[in-house]
Protein backbone atom coordinates (compact mmCIF):
# COMPACT_ATOMS: atom_id res chain seq x y z
CA UNK A 1 0.00 0.00 0.00
CA UNK A 2 0.85 3.85 -0.82
CA UNK A 3 1.39 6.94 1.91
CA UNK A 4 -2.50 7.73 1.08
CA UNK A 5 -3.71 4.27 1.91
CA UNK A 6 -2.00 4.07 5.10
CA UNK A 7 -3.23 7.72 5.87
CA UNK A 8 -6.83 6.86 5.39
CA UNK A 9 -5.88 3.40 7.43
CA UNK A 10 -4.89 5.77 9.79
CA UNK A 11 -8.11 7.91 10.06
CA UNK A 12 -10.65 5.16 9.72
CA UNK A 13 -8.96 3.01 13.03
CA UNK A 14 -8.92 6.39 15.23
CA UNK A 15 -12.29 6.18 15.13
CA UNK A 16 -12.65 9.36 13.35
CA UNK A 17 -10.60 11.05 15.50
CA UNK A 18 -8.69 14.24 14.19
CA UNK A 19 -5.95 13.58 11.85
CA UNK A 20 -1.96 14.79 12.78
CA UNK A 21 -1.36 18.44 11.49
CA UNK A 22 -5.43 19.07 10.58
CA UNK A 23 -7.03 22.17 13.00
CA UNK A 24 -9.89 21.63 14.85
CA UNK A 25 -13.01 23.12 13.92
CA UNK A 26 -14.93 24.82 16.61
CA UNK A 27 -18.49 24.79 17.09
CA UNK A 28 -21.06 27.64 17.09
CA UNK A 29 -21.37 27.78 20.87
CA UNK A 30 -17.67 28.01 21.22
CA UNK A 31 -17.55 30.71 18.86
CA UNK A 32 -20.01 33.20 20.97
CA UNK A 33 -18.96 31.95 23.98
CA UNK A 34 -15.05 32.55 23.25
CA UNK A 35 -15.29 36.24 22.94
CA UNK A 36 -17.38 36.15 26.62
CA UNK A 37 -15.18 37.40 30.09
CA UNK A 38 -14.91 35.57 33.13
CA UNK A 39 -17.49 36.83 34.99
CA UNK A 40 -20.41 36.56 31.70
CA UNK A 41 -19.51 33.18 31.75
CA UNK A 42 -19.68 32.64 35.18
CA UNK A 43 -23.16 33.98 35.06
CA UNK A 44 -24.25 32.04 31.82
CA UNK A 45 -22.84 28.56 32.55
CA UNK A 46 -23.18 29.01 36.59
CA UNK A 47 -19.92 27.44 39.17
CA UNK A 48 -19.42 24.10 38.75
CA UNK A 49 -20.94 22.49 42.21
CA UNK A 50 -18.53 20.69 44.71
CA UNK A 51 -19.63 17.75 46.39
CA UNK A 52 -21.40 18.26 50.08
CA UNK A 53 -21.76 22.51 49.55
CA UNK A 54 -25.56 22.57 48.40
CA UNK A 55 -28.56 20.31 48.80
CA UNK A 56 -30.27 17.99 51.88
CA UNK A 57 -26.68 16.96 53.03
CA UNK A 58 -26.11 20.64 53.58
CA UNK A 59 -29.62 21.14 55.28
CA UNK A 60 -29.90 18.22 57.61
CA UNK A 61 -27.83 16.70 60.02
CA UNK A 62 -28.32 13.15 61.61
CA UNK A 63 -28.47 12.50 65.17
CA UNK A 64 -25.29 10.88 65.99
CA UNK A 65 -23.76 14.02 64.23
CA UNK A 66 -25.55 16.60 66.60
CA UNK A 67 -24.45 14.61 69.56
CA UNK A 68 -20.58 15.01 68.80
CA UNK A 69 -21.64 18.38 67.87
CA UNK A 70 -23.27 19.69 70.96
CA UNK A 71 -21.28 16.96 73.35
CA UNK A 72 -24.35 16.02 75.48
CA UNK A 73 -26.04 12.68 75.96
CA UNK A 74 -29.03 11.47 74.31
CA UNK A 75 -31.27 11.72 77.56
CA UNK A 76 -30.23 15.38 77.40
CA UNK A 77 -30.75 15.94 73.80
CA UNK A 78 -34.30 14.82 74.21
CA UNK A 79 -35.07 17.22 77.09
CA UNK A 80 -33.27 19.94 75.32
CA UNK A 81 -35.49 19.76 71.94
CA UNK A 82 -38.66 18.69 74.26
CA UNK A 83 -37.83 22.54 76.17
CA UNK A 84 -36.98 24.66 73.25
CA UNK A 85 -39.52 23.25 70.43
CA UNK A 86 -37.55 21.17 68.17
CA UNK A 87 -38.56 18.17 66.55
CA UNK A 88 -36.81 15.57 63.93
CA UNK A 89 -37.52 16.80 59.94
CA UNK A 90 -38.30 13.91 56.99
CA UNK A 91 -36.00 15.30 54.09
CA UNK A 92 -37.65 14.71 50.36
CA UNK A 93 -34.21 12.67 49.88
CA UNK A 94 -32.16 11.29 52.70
CA UNK A 95 -28.51 11.66 52.17
CA UNK A 96 -27.58 9.20 54.44
CA UNK A 97 -30.24 6.70 54.07
CA UNK A 98 -34.12 6.32 55.08
CA UNK A 99 -33.39 4.69 58.48
CA UNK A 100 -31.68 7.86 60.21
CA UNK A 101 -33.16 10.87 61.90
CA UNK A 102 -32.50 14.33 60.79
CA UNK A 103 -32.56 17.58 61.96
CA UNK A 104 -32.37 20.47 60.58
CA UNK A 105 -28.53 22.07 60.28
CA UNK A 106 -30.42 25.86 61.66
CA UNK A 107 -31.83 24.20 64.45
CA UNK A 108 -28.90 22.98 65.86
CA UNK A 109 -26.70 25.82 65.28
CA UNK A 110 -29.85 27.25 67.56
CA UNK A 111 -29.57 24.84 70.04
CA UNK A 112 -25.34 25.26 70.32
CA UNK A 113 -26.04 28.89 71.63
CA UNK A 114 -28.92 27.54 74.29
CA UNK A 115 -27.59 28.22 77.97
CA UNK A 116 -29.28 25.36 79.32
CA UNK A 117 -26.57 23.49 77.93
CA UNK A 118 -24.06 25.08 80.11
CA UNK A 119 -26.76 23.70 82.97
CA UNK A 120 -26.65 20.38 81.98
CA UNK A 121 -23.01 20.27 82.45
CA UNK A 122 -23.02 21.46 85.49
CA UNK A 123 -25.40 18.81 87.04
CA UNK A 124 -23.54 16.51 85.33
CA UNK A 125 -20.67 17.24 87.45
CA UNK A 126 -22.62 17.65 90.58
CA UNK A 127 -24.24 13.62 90.39
CA UNK A 128 -20.42 12.58 90.18
CA UNK A 129 -19.64 14.15 93.48
CA UNK A 130 -23.25 12.85 94.68
CA UNK A 131 -22.20 9.28 93.66
CA UNK A 132 -18.80 10.04 94.60
CA UNK A 133 -19.55 10.84 98.48
CA UNK A 134 -22.50 8.37 98.38
CA UNK A 135 -20.13 5.80 97.41
CA UNK A 136 -17.93 6.11 100.43
CA UNK A 137 -21.33 6.05 102.96
CA UNK A 138 -20.47 10.07 103.48
CA UNK A 139 -24.22 10.69 103.81
CA UNK A 140 -23.89 14.01 105.66
CA UNK A 141 -21.38 15.51 102.91
CA UNK A 142 -24.27 14.43 100.06
CA UNK A 143 -26.86 16.02 102.10
CA UNK A 144 -24.68 19.24 101.92
CA UNK A 145 -23.82 18.89 98.37
CA UNK A 146 -27.13 18.65 97.36
CA UNK A 147 -28.23 21.92 98.77
CA UNK A 148 -26.14 23.55 95.89
CA UNK A 149 -27.89 21.31 93.41
CA UNK A 150 -28.03 23.59 90.22
CA UNK A 151 -31.62 24.68 89.14
CA UNK A 152 -32.81 24.94 85.82
CA UNK A 153 -34.53 28.62 84.86
CA UNK A 154 -37.05 27.94 82.50
CA UNK A 155 -38.09 31.66 81.89
CA UNK A 156 -36.50 32.85 79.20
CA UNK A 157 -37.85 29.96 76.88
CA UNK A 158 -41.49 30.98 76.92
CA UNK A 159 -40.70 34.29 76.06
CA UNK A 160 -38.45 33.11 72.86
CA UNK A 161 -40.95 30.63 71.64
CA UNK A 162 -43.94 32.88 72.11
CA UNK A 163 -43.07 36.67 71.78
CA UNK A 164 -47.40 37.37 71.31
CA UNK A 165 -49.73 36.54 74.28
CA UNK A 166 -51.85 35.27 71.66
CA UNK A 167 -49.50 32.69 70.45
CA UNK A 168 -49.46 31.59 74.32
CA UNK A 169 -53.25 31.08 74.55
CA UNK A 170 -53.45 29.36 70.92
CA UNK A 171 -50.54 26.52 72.33
CA UNK A 172 -52.33 26.27 75.93
CA UNK A 173 -54.68 23.00 75.27
CA UNK A 174 -52.03 20.78 75.95
CA UNK A 175 -50.50 21.92 78.87
CA UNK A 176 -53.69 22.15 80.30
CA UNK A 177 -54.31 18.97 79.75
CA UNK A 178 -51.26 17.84 80.91
CA UNK A 179 -51.39 19.79 84.21
CA UNK A 180 -54.64 18.07 85.01
CA UNK A 181 -53.92 14.87 84.39
CA UNK A 182 -50.70 15.12 86.68
CA UNK A 183 -52.86 16.59 89.31
CA UNK A 184 -54.86 13.46 89.62
CA UNK A 185 -51.92 11.20 89.21
CA UNK A 186 -50.91 9.43 92.75
CA UNK A 187 -47.39 10.24 94.06
CA UNK A 188 -45.06 7.10 92.86
CA UNK A 189 -41.90 6.67 91.43
CA UNK A 190 -40.74 9.89 89.42
CA UNK A 191 -44.19 11.81 90.72
CA UNK A 192 -43.62 13.53 93.73
CA UNK A 193 -46.24 14.86 96.08
CA UNK A 194 -44.59 18.04 95.86
CA UNK A 195 -45.36 17.76 91.93
CA UNK A 196 -48.57 16.81 92.40
CA UNK A 197 -49.65 19.71 94.83
CA UNK A 198 -48.20 22.35 92.30
CA UNK A 199 -50.36 21.33 89.59
CA UNK A 200 -53.58 21.17 91.98
CA UNK A 201 -52.84 24.65 93.11
CA UNK A 202 -52.54 25.75 89.39
CA UNK A 203 -55.84 24.03 88.14
CA UNK A 204 -57.19 26.35 90.89
CA UNK A 205 -55.92 29.43 89.58
CA UNK A 206 -57.16 28.69 85.99
CA UNK A 207 -60.36 27.54 87.06
CA UNK A 208 -61.11 30.50 89.64
CA UNK A 209 -60.06 32.55 86.44
CA UNK A 210 -62.66 30.62 84.06
CA UNK A 211 -65.05 31.07 87.24
CA UNK A 212 -64.40 34.71 87.45
CA UNK A 213 -64.54 35.80 83.66
CA UNK A 214 -67.62 33.44 83.00
CA UNK A 215 -65.50 32.46 79.46
CA UNK A 216 -66.83 29.13 79.80
CA UNK A 217 -68.56 28.32 76.74
CA UNK A 218 -69.13 24.33 76.24
CA UNK A 219 -68.72 21.07 78.38
CA UNK A 220 -69.33 17.87 77.57
CA UNK A 221 -68.68 13.74 80.19
CA UNK A 222 -66.94 11.44 78.41
CA UNK A 223 -65.28 7.88 79.45
CA UNK A 224 -62.13 9.53 79.41
CA UNK A 225 -62.88 12.55 81.54
CA UNK A 226 -64.95 16.13 81.19
CA UNK A 227 -64.04 18.18 78.47
CA UNK A 228 -64.14 22.07 78.97
CA UNK A 229 -63.97 24.40 76.39
CA UNK A 230 -63.77 28.73 77.17
CA UNK A 231 -62.82 31.37 74.53
CA UNK A 232 -60.37 34.08 75.85
CA UNK A 233 -59.87 36.98 73.73
CA UNK A 234 -61.44 35.28 70.58
CA UNK A 235 -59.31 31.95 71.08
CA UNK A 236 -61.20 28.66 72.19
CA UNK A 237 -59.68 26.59 74.69
CA UNK A 238 -60.01 22.99 75.41
CA UNK A 239 -58.52 20.96 77.79
CA UNK A 240 -60.01 17.52 79.49
CA UNK A 241 -60.19 17.08 83.47
CA UNK A 242 -59.73 13.23 84.33
CA UNK A 243 -62.25 11.77 86.57
CA UNK A 244 -61.64 11.58 90.26
CA UNK A 245 -60.74 7.89 90.20
CA UNK A 246 -57.65 5.96 91.50
CA UNK A 247 -55.47 6.27 88.33
CA UNK A 248 -53.07 3.54 87.70
CA UNK A 249 -49.80 4.49 85.58
CA UNK A 250 -49.04 2.39 82.40
CA UNK A 251 -45.49 0.35 82.64
CA UNK A 252 -45.44 1.46 78.69
CA UNK A 253 -45.67 5.02 79.59
CA UNK A 254 -42.16 6.99 79.16
CA UNK A 255 -42.84 9.13 82.41
CA UNK A 256 -39.18 10.45 81.86
CA UNK A 257 -40.69 12.65 78.29
CA UNK A 258 -43.76 13.46 80.17
CA UNK A 259 -42.04 15.19 83.19
CA UNK A 260 -39.98 17.08 80.87
CA UNK A 261 -43.14 18.49 78.85
CA UNK A 262 -44.62 18.77 82.59
CA UNK A 263 -41.53 21.57 83.42
CA UNK A 264 -41.86 23.91 80.89
CA UNK A 265 -45.88 23.36 80.78
CA UNK A 266 -45.45 24.86 84.50
CA UNK A 267 -43.74 27.50 83.92
CA UNK A 268 -45.43 28.73 80.74
CA UNK A 269 -49.25 28.32 82.93
CA UNK A 270 -47.82 30.45 84.91
CA UNK A 271 -46.75 33.26 82.64
CA UNK A 272 -50.33 32.99 80.94
CA UNK A 273 -52.45 33.13 84.24
CA UNK A 274 -50.60 36.77 85.56
CA UNK A 275 -51.78 37.96 82.20
CA UNK A 276 -54.60 36.52 82.51
CA UNK A 277 -55.37 38.11 86.30
CA UNK A 278 -53.96 41.31 85.51
CA UNK A 279 -56.51 41.68 82.85
CA UNK A 280 -59.07 41.30 85.64
CA UNK A 281 -56.80 44.14 87.83
CA UNK A 282 -56.40 41.09 90.10
CA UNK A 283 -53.13 40.11 92.03
CA UNK A 284 -51.07 37.08 90.79
CA UNK A 285 -50.75 34.71 92.82
CA UNK A 286 -53.46 34.76 94.57
CA UNK A 287 -54.36 34.14 98.55
CA UNK A 288 -56.00 30.69 99.72
CA UNK A 289 -57.37 29.73 102.86
CA UNK A 290 -56.46 26.49 103.94
CA UNK A 291 -59.51 25.89 106.29
CA UNK A 292 -61.89 26.00 102.94
CA UNK A 293 -59.54 24.26 101.25
CA UNK A 294 -59.74 21.15 103.80
CA UNK A 295 -63.57 21.58 103.32
CA UNK A 296 -63.39 21.06 99.71
CA UNK A 297 -64.39 24.32 98.63
CA UNK A 298 -61.30 24.55 96.26
CA UNK A 299 -62.55 27.38 94.46
CA UNK A 300 -64.12 29.46 97.00
CA UNK A 301 -60.74 28.85 98.87
CA UNK A 302 -58.90 31.58 96.56
CA UNK A 303 -59.20 35.37 98.03
CA UNK A 304 -58.24 37.54 95.00
CA UNK A 305 -57.02 40.91 95.75
CA UNK A 306 -57.38 43.79 93.48
CA UNK A 307 -54.17 45.76 91.75
CA UNK A 308 -53.06 48.69 93.58
CA UNK A 309 -52.87 51.66 91.42
CA UNK A 310 -49.64 53.15 93.30
CA UNK A 311 -47.46 49.15 92.87
CA UNK A 312 -47.02 50.37 88.99
CA UNK A 313 -48.00 46.44 88.02
CA UNK A 314 -49.59 47.51 84.83
CA UNK A 315 -49.78 45.37 82.09
CA UNK A 316 -48.39 45.25 78.95
CA UNK A 317 -48.68 43.47 75.46
CA UNK A 318 -46.08 41.12 75.96
CA UNK A 319 -45.86 38.18 78.22
CA UNK A 320 -43.57 39.15 81.83
CA UNK A 321 -43.79 37.42 84.69
CA UNK A 322 -43.32 39.03 88.81
CA UNK A 323 -39.86 39.18 89.74
CA UNK A 324 -38.39 37.51 92.32
CA UNK A 325 -38.54 41.27 94.32
CA UNK A 326 -42.18 41.02 93.41
CA UNK A 327 -43.14 37.62 94.32
CA UNK A 328 -41.68 38.77 97.75
CA UNK A 329 -43.57 41.92 98.33
CA UNK A 330 -47.03 39.86 97.20
CA UNK A 331 -46.18 37.07 99.64
CA UNK A 332 -45.68 39.42 102.38
CA UNK A 333 -49.06 41.12 101.70
CA UNK A 334 -51.08 38.37 101.08
CA UNK A 335 -49.79 36.10 104.23
CA UNK A 336 -50.87 39.65 106.26
CA UNK A 337 -54.24 39.41 104.24
CA UNK A 338 -54.86 36.02 104.91
CA UNK A 339 -54.36 36.56 108.51
CA UNK A 340 -57.14 39.32 108.79
CA UNK A 341 -59.87 37.05 106.69
CA UNK A 342 -59.25 33.36 108.32
CA UNK A 343 -61.20 34.85 111.84
CA UNK A 344 -63.76 36.23 109.00
CA UNK A 345 -64.06 33.10 107.31
CA UNK A 346 -64.19 30.62 110.53
CA UNK A 347 -66.46 32.70 112.40
CA UNK A 348 -68.84 32.36 109.28
CA UNK A 349 -68.35 28.76 109.08
CA UNK A 350 -69.23 27.90 112.93
CA UNK A 351 -72.33 30.03 112.18
CA UNK A 352 -73.17 28.08 109.10
CA UNK A 353 -72.38 24.47 111.17
CA UNK A 354 -74.67 25.46 113.75
CA UNK A 355 -77.58 26.51 111.91
CA UNK A 356 -77.34 23.05 109.44
CA UNK A 357 -77.54 21.15 113.17
CA UNK A 358 -80.54 23.31 114.06
CA UNK A 359 -82.25 22.44 110.57
CA UNK A 360 -81.02 18.65 111.28
CA UNK A 361 -82.18 18.76 114.86
CA UNK A 362 -85.56 20.29 113.75
CA UNK A 363 -86.27 18.22 111.11
CA UNK A 364 -85.63 14.75 112.88
CA UNK A 365 -88.42 15.69 115.28
CA UNK A 366 -91.18 16.00 112.79
CA UNK A 367 -92.31 12.76 111.72
CA UNK A 368 -95.37 13.69 109.40
CA UNK A 369 -95.16 14.24 105.26
CA UNK A 370 -96.76 17.65 105.42
CA UNK A 371 -94.18 18.56 108.17
CA UNK A 372 -91.34 17.28 106.36
CA UNK A 373 -92.52 19.80 103.05
CA UNK A 374 -92.87 22.67 105.25
CA UNK A 375 -89.95 22.61 106.78
CA UNK A 376 -87.63 21.47 103.59
CA UNK A 377 -89.01 24.85 102.58
CA UNK A 378 -87.71 26.35 105.57
CA UNK A 379 -84.17 24.92 105.37
CA UNK A 380 -84.21 25.92 101.98
CA UNK A 381 -84.40 29.03 102.88
CA UNK A 382 -82.02 28.88 106.14
CA UNK A 383 -79.12 27.22 104.03
CA UNK A 384 -79.95 30.20 101.25
CA UNK A 385 -79.45 32.63 103.68
CA UNK A 386 -76.16 30.99 105.15
CA UNK A 387 -74.17 30.55 101.95
CA UNK A 388 -74.86 34.20 100.99
CA UNK A 389 -74.05 35.42 104.20
CA UNK A 390 -70.79 33.33 104.00
CA UNK A 391 -69.58 33.94 100.43
CA UNK A 392 -71.12 37.22 100.00
CA UNK A 393 -68.31 40.00 101.64
CA UNK A 394 -68.00 43.59 100.70
CA UNK A 395 -64.27 42.25 99.05
CA UNK A 396 -66.61 40.63 96.67
CA UNK A 397 -68.69 43.53 95.93
CA UNK A 398 -65.51 45.51 94.57
CA UNK A 399 -64.15 42.93 92.89
CA UNK A 400 -67.19 42.50 91.07
CA UNK A 401 -66.82 46.07 90.32
CA UNK A 402 -63.84 45.81 88.91
CA UNK A 403 -64.15 43.09 86.40
CA UNK A 404 -67.87 44.68 85.41
CA UNK A 405 -66.40 46.15 82.57
CA UNK A 406 -64.89 42.45 81.15
CA UNK A 407 -67.61 40.76 81.76
CA UNK A 408 -69.63 43.37 79.65
CA UNK A 409 -67.68 42.65 76.62
CA UNK A 410 -68.40 38.50 76.89
CA UNK A 411 -71.77 37.58 75.66
CA UNK A 412 -75.23 37.45 77.78
CA UNK A 413 -75.72 33.65 76.34
CA UNK A 414 -72.17 32.75 77.62
CA UNK A 415 -72.14 34.37 81.01
CA UNK A 416 -75.07 32.86 82.46
CA UNK A 417 -74.25 29.62 81.09
CA UNK A 418 -75.34 28.06 84.31
CA UNK A 419 -77.81 30.26 85.94
CA UNK A 420 -80.83 27.93 85.86
CA UNK A 421 -78.84 25.28 87.42
CA UNK A 422 -78.36 27.37 90.80
CA UNK A 423 -81.58 26.47 91.89
CA UNK A 424 -81.42 22.44 91.25
CA UNK A 425 -78.29 22.27 92.93
CA UNK A 426 -79.58 23.81 96.28
CA UNK A 427 -82.45 21.12 96.09
CA UNK A 428 -80.36 18.57 95.85
CA UNK A 429 -77.77 19.54 98.36
CA UNK A 430 -81.42 19.64 100.81
CA UNK A 431 -82.19 16.04 99.83
CA UNK A 432 -79.02 15.21 101.69
CA UNK A 433 -80.27 16.07 105.16
CA UNK A 434 -82.90 12.99 104.52
CA UNK A 435 -80.92 10.54 103.43
CA UNK A 436 -78.02 11.19 106.52
CA UNK A 437 -80.88 10.92 108.88
CA UNK A 438 -82.17 7.15 107.71
CA UNK A 439 -78.35 6.20 107.85
Known amino acids: MGKAGRKKKDKTSSGGHQTK ?166 SAGRITADRTLKCQELCRHWQYYIAKSRTLTKVFVSVKGIYYQAEIMGEPITWLCPHQFTQVIPKEVDLRVMMTFLDFYEVYLRFVLYKLYNSLRICYPPVEDQGLLANGSHILAIKAMPLESSSGMETSESTTAPSSGDAAVIASRNNKIEKKDKDKFNQKLKTLESKIVKIADEEADDDEDEEDEVDREQMSGNLTSAFTNLFDTKDDVEEEADTGAFRDQQSTGKSKLFSKLKKTIKDSLLLLLPIKKVL
Do not use: W
Open 21 to 186: GRKKLKSIKANVTSKFGSQRKLSRMGKKVKEGTMGPSTEFIIRSAVLKRLQITLKDFRRLCILKGVYPRVPSKAPKGADKIYYDIKDISYLAHEPILDKFRQFKSFMKKIRKASGRNQIDIARKRDEFKPKIVLDHLVKERYPRFIDALRDLDDALCMIHLFAALP
